[in-house]
Nanobody, 116 residues
Framework: QVQLVESGGGLVQAGGSLRLSCTAS????????MGWYRQAPGKEREWVAT???????NYADSVKGRFTISRVNAKNTIDLQMNSLKPEDTAVYFC??????????WGQGTQVTVSS
């Protein structure tokens, strides 16, 4: 079992920045990729960014160049630095990870609200 806890959400004006963090606990040695998804009201959950255990990153086109995902394996954490935020970035952001056995785990989510 892996537990994920997000923090760092909040309210920010358009053009501002926020930094989300996610800390993993439990059977952490089994974690491979980690990443972020988001879900806006009335919309399906969408992928935002992924980082592998080795540090390779991938981003959704909608956030590329504005968001940066990072990982500190020794601390079992990942961060999502979000710059130049737009109202359309408003969503609940979820941390997720996959394990060497192919299982996926999710955090409880943290709300990000960007006002225009």
């Amino acid at each position: 079992q892996v537990q994920l806890v997000e923090s760092g959400g909040g309210l920010v004006q358009a053009g501002g920045s926020l930094r989300l963090s996610c800390t993993a606990s439990g059977i952490i040695f089994s974690i491979n990729d980690m990443g972020w998804y988001r879900q806006a009201p009335g919309k399906e959950r969408e992928w935002v960014a992924t980082i592998t255990r080795g540090g390779s990153t991938n981003y959704a086109d909608s956030v590329k160049g504005r968001f940066t995902i990072s990982r500190v394996n020794a601390k079992n954490t990942i961060d999502l630095q979000m710059n130049s935020l737009k109202p359309e970035d408003t969503a609940v952001y979820f941390c997720t990870c996959s394990t060497i056995r192919g299982r996926s785990y999710w955090g409880q989510g943290t709300q990000v609200t960007v006002s225009s």
